[in-house]
Structure formats: structure tokens, C-alpha cells
């Protein structure tokens, strides 16, 4: 795919991903000698949160090395200079050269934004959104609106969706009218389950639960709750997930595209890899953060009941329905998620 407004391939974008996960990163020659590069980057992610540190703080150190210093990423938290949907354009208008954003915030630029983010109730390991996102496109479809918009979005990592709530769920009327902080379509499933979903930026969520602005939320699963301090206030984790879910880096296609060949590339080799390693790593310390929330801070596993499951169930069908009617790339989206889906048994 070849982009009109900035001349940028996807493929020439990403021409050494592939072998760059295959090889040792080699330090860059042309970049060093043109002196050293310094990127602003606004996450979505509080300083508070994990990610901050083991996605995007781990990427950056990654980066400084591979190019012997001469491409550094300064790392802002959210809201420093935006937060949540206003990170699209202060990327797009290249306010900042790269940001992180939930695809979730962007589902009014690109029509499988919803996609990528993830449909509830839908994929039920890790490693189906890590293939559906990568391997069957969704990604692809993404910056086939984003690229002529002047932006570039790479997943940064699949996980899972968990809620942590400080009110016990035992039947639907315990969830009718639970107030959750939510994004994206998760909002819709919630909201069709009976609960009262709203969304609250990362940088407000533990004031919001703390003085009851809202009974629950999610953000990530065990490892966001841990980090954000959010088992403080909620005592329950809600298992099953909700739905695996992706996070996205983006970056500003112009500003990538004017880096030397060898920078440009080292940064989106590094994001290529890095998503599959961190996806992976981040379901191990999943494990280790739940276990550690049970036995260090009283928290308590509970499993949804029944009623609820079955009014998610009939909710994921019909976001399904309502994601592909936005349009023809939407469309296959869908395909992409039913194929799947069917391959595996779950349809």
C-alpha cells in the first residue's frame, strides 16, 4: 500500500522487520554520524502503570542502544501534553513525533479500529488477537485510513480485559446499573449486560473509584489493577475476561519518514519485535500479579454469573453486526474475526 499524502509505504515501513527479528540488531552507521535524534513521546499510559515502564520505558532503552545513543525517545505520561483521544491528533499534527493510544480512542478514524481494539466476547487466548492483528491484517486495515492521515500505528501488545469492582456480583440485578469505567466497544457490552458504563481517563481513574465516581472498572486486568493501585478500593476481580485487547503505539508519518533509513528502521524493528515479546511476557506477569493481589492485599476472584454471561453473549454478536456495517474495510474485519473464530471451534 502506498500512501498518497506522504509517500510512505507500509511495506518500505516495515521492509526490515522481518529480519531484523531474525538477526542481532546491528548499531546504526548513518544516524551516528548525522548526530543524535530526540522524540517526545505522549503516552496514554499514567507514569503510574506498568506499561509506562515495561512497554514503553523498555522501548526506549532498547532504542538508545541499538543506535549507540543517537536516537532517544523522551516519555511523558498522560496528560502531560494530552491524554486518552486528544493523543491521535497532537501525533497528527506533529505536535509530538509518537504517542500510545488504545485503537478504541480512534474508532472515528478508521473503520477496524474497533477491531483491533477487540471485540468482547469474542477471542479467548492471547496468541488470537496477536495473529488476528498481525498475521490476518487487522493492523494493515488500520493505517489503510491512518497512513493518508499522516499517521503510522504499530500494536504494541495483546492483553487481556479484566474488571476489578468493589461491589460483589452474584446475579444480572447485582450488574444492572454498576457504574464501570470502560473504553471503546467495551462500553456497548457493558451497557447491554445492564451495567452503566463510562469513560474516565487513566490519569482520573483512582480518584473516580476511590470517591465512588464509579463502583469498578478496567484497566488491563491483574497487572493494571496492581499498578494502578486500583485493588486498593475494589477487593473483587472478575474473571472471565471480557476480551483480549490491543494497545498501539503511532507515530507521525512525515517526521518518520525525514529520520535516516537506519533510525527509522531501528524504531520500527524494535516495535515489530517487541510486540510479540511483550505480549507474551505480560500474560506470565499477569499470573504473577494475580496471585500477588490474592495473597498480599485480600483480594478476591470472582466469576460472573450466568445471567450476565449469557446477556455478554448475545451483546458480542450484535457489536460484531454493528463494527461491520461501517464500511467495505470493516467489512473485512469481520471476515477476519468470524474465520477465525469458526477455525476455531467458537462459532
Excluded at 476511590?210 to 469498578?216: A, E, Y
Amino acid at each position: 500500500m502506498t500512501v498518497k499524502n506522504t509517500g510512505i509505504s507500509r511495506r518500505s515501513v516495515l521492509r526490515g522487520a522481518a529480519l531484523g527479528a531474525l538477526a542481532t540488531p546491528a548499531l546504526v552507521g548513518k544516524g551516528i554520524a548525522a548526530g543524535a535524534v530526540t522524540w517526545r513521546v505522549q503516552s496514554h499510559w499514567p507514569k503510574a502503570s506498568s506499561s509506562f515502564t515495561d512497554s514503553l520505558g523498555v522501548l526506549a532503552t532498547a532504542l538508545e542502544e541499538r543506535t549507540d545513543g543517537a536516537f532517544k525517545l523522551e516519555l511523558f505520561g498522560a496528560g502531560e501534553f494530552a491524554k486518552g483521544p486528544d493523543i491521535y491528533n497532537l501525533v497528527r499534527k506533529g505536535v509530538v513525533p509518537m504517542g500510545t493510544i488504545s485503537p478504541s480512542y480512534i474508532q472515528d478514524k478508521a473503520q477496524a479500529a474497533g477491531f483491533l481494539y477487540g471485540i468482547p466476547g469474542t477471542f479467548r487466548e492471547s496468541w488470537e488477537a496477536q495473529h488476528a492483528a498481525k498475521n490476518l491484517g487487522l493492523e494493515d486495515m488500520v493505517n489503510e485510513e491512518l497512513l493518508p492521515d499522516g499517521v503510522l500505528l504499530m500494536s504494541e501488545k495483546a492483553y487481556p480485559t479484566e474488571m476489578v469492582v468493589s461491589k460483589k456480583i452474584e446475579s444480572a440485578a447485582d450488574f444492572q446499573g454498576l457504574k464501570l469505567r470502560s473504553s471503546g466497544t467495551m462500553l456497548d457490552y457493558l451497557a447491554a449486560a445492564g451495567a452503566a458504563p463510562q469513560y474516565i481517563p487513566g490519569s482520573e481513574l483512582y480518584q473516580s473509584l476511590s470517591s465512588g465516581v464509579v463502583d469498578g472498572a478496567h484497566w488491563g486486568a491483574a497487572i493494571g489493577a496492581k499498578s494502578m493501585s486500583l485493588w486498593e478500593v475494589c477487593k473483587y476481580h472478575v474473571k472471565p475476561a471480557l476480551g483480549f485487547t490491543i494497545d498501539a503505539f503511532i507515530v507521525n508519518a512525515d517526521q518518520l519518514e525525514a529520520l535516516d533509513d537506519d533510525l527509522a528502521t531501528a524504531l520500527t524493528d524494535l516495535m515489530e519485535i517487541r510486540f510479540f515479546r511483550r505480549s507474551s511476557e505480560y500474560m506470565h506477569k499477569e499470573a504473577i500479579a494475580l496471585s500477588s493481589g490474592i495473597a498480599e492485599e485480600n483480594v478476591e476472584v470472582i466469576d460472573l454469573p450466568q445471567d450476565v454471561l449469557d446477556l455478554f453473549a448475545q451483546a458480542s454478536g450484535a457489536i460484531l453486526e454493528q463494527e461491520k456495517a461501517k464500511g467495505e474495510i470493516a467489512a473485512r474485519a469481520y471476515d477476519v474475526y468470524t474465520g477465525l473464530m469458526s477455525d476455531l471451534g467458537y462459532l
